[in-house]
């Protein structure tokens, strides 16, 4: 099993920056692909961003191309999510993922095994 707990949600103006964290623990970290999906009120949990362990691949969604960023720390087991020029769309709850598998489509929630709780993420306007 592999325990997922995310952090540094909170509110903040557009605009502005947050920086979320995921820490992972329960299994290799350096052979897990990592995701970051949200869900706003009222709506399906979509894909944001992730990383494949295999290769390194980043991908995001159209949506926050440009602006947000995925990294990891394999020494730590930790997966970030730079959020920047934040926008009042970016609302939801931001929830982190992970799957051994290397070659899965990372966009899909059906391919991960794992996932945190969630973090709030409010956007002010």
């Known amino acids: 099993q592999v325990q997922l707990v995310e952090s540094g949600g909170g509110l903040v103006q557009a605009g502005g920056s947050l920086r979320l964290s995921c820490a992972a623990s329960?299994?290799?970290?350096?052979?897990?692909?990592m995701g970051w999906f949200r869900q706003a009120p009222g709506k399906e949990r979509e894909f944001v961003a992730s990383?494949?362990?295999?290769?390194?691949?980043?991908d995001y969604a159209n949506a926050v191309k440009g602006r947000f960023t995925i990294s990891r720390d394999n020494s730590r087991s930790m997966v970030y999510l730079q959020m920047d020029s934040l926008k009042p769309e970016d609302t939801a709850v931001y929830s982190c993922?992970?799957?051994?598998?290397?070659?899965?489509?990372?966009?899909?929630?059906?391919?991960?095994?794992?996932w945190g709780q969630g973090t709030h993420v409010t956007v002010s306007s």
């Open positions: 993922a992970a799957t051994p598998g290397g070659f899965s489509d990372l966009r899909i929630v059906s391919s991960f095994t794992f």
């Open positions: 329960g299994h290799t970290f350096s052979r897990l692909s």
């Open positions: 990383m494949a362990w295999t290769n390194g691949l980043t």
